[in-house]
T-cell receptor, first 114, second 113 residues
Framework: AQSVTQLDSQVPVFEEAPVELRCNYSSSVSVYLFWYVQYPNQGLQLLLKYLSGSTLVKGINGFEAEFNKSQTSFHLRKPSVHISDTAEYFC????????????FGAGTRLFVKA | KAGVTQTPRYLIKTRGQQVTLSCSPISGHRSVSWYQQTPGQGLQFLFEYFSETQRNKGNFPGRFSGRQFSNSRSEMNVSTLELGDSALYLCASSLERGNTEAFFGQGTRLTVV
């Protein structure tokens, strides 16, 4: 069965420290990979996506992610976080099964402390 | 260019009632998807519409239905509301289906009492 696992439900980190939010997926079909951010009482905003090509993807707000096919992972990283990065982060995959189905991970709450 | 607009933003309904939520996609976008977000279940896919046809459906009971109009606007309906239907309902629009970026609305917060 296809699934997306975000390994940490909460990640507290100090301002200006690096952070990694982990995402693993399982799928028997080809996938497209995404990271979204959700601020309180808002919808989701796309941070970055991997469709094909270079496995290192750069997104908005200084975030980047690396697709690792052998480990079926798509971890999100930022070298130095800001207070304003405090939000919920969602990893998502779109499965190409003839139709398109989106599966989201459970989310990781990033809390940046001063 | 205007973003995805969902109306209403907040809604309180009583068990057993039915509700209709509306989503206006970004101009030119033809694909609309709906999601239910709850603290316990996270984000769950409800349906996807493209060119007025439902292309994909998540694992929700038949009480959840939707439609898309010729101008790509979409509505979803939930009949015979249950307490467990309380959630944030998010709509997302995309230019095309599949691997294109989805733009999300701010959601409709539905509370069933």
């Amino acid at each position: 069965a296809q699934s997306v696992t975000q390994l940490d439900s909460q990640v507290p980190v100090f301002e200006e420290a690096p952070v990694e939010l982990r995402c693993n997926y399982s799928s028997s079909v080809s996938v497209y990979l995404f990271w979204y951010v959700q601020y309180p009482n808002q919808g989701l905003q796309l941070l970055l996506k991997y469709l094909s090509g270079s496995t290192l993807v750069k997104g908005i707000n200084g975030f980047e992610a690396e697709f690792n096919k052998s480990q079926t992972s798509f971890h999100l990283r930022k070298p130095s976080v800001h207070i304003s990065d405090t939000a919920e982060y969602f990893c998502a995959v779109i499965l190409n099964t003839g139709g398109f189905k989106t599966i989201f991970g459970a989310g990781t709450r990033l809390f940046v402390k001063a | 260019k205007a973003g995805v607009t969902q109306t209403p933003r907040y809604l309180i309904k009583t068990r057993g009632q039915q509700v209709t939520l509306s989503c206006s996609p970004i101009s030119g976008h033809r694909s609309v998807s709906w999601y239910q977000q709850t603290p316990g279940q996270g984000l769950q896919f409800l349906f996807e519409y493209f060119s007025e046809t439902q292309r994909n459906k998540g694992n929700f009971p038949g009480r959840f239905s939707g439609r898309q109009f010729s101008n790509s606007r979409s509505e979803m309906n939930v009949s015979t509301l249950e307490l467990g239907d309380s959630a944030l309902y998010l709509c997302a629009s995309s230019l095309e289906r599949g691997n294109t970026e989805a733009f999300f609305g701010q959601g409709t917060r539905l509370t069933v009492v």
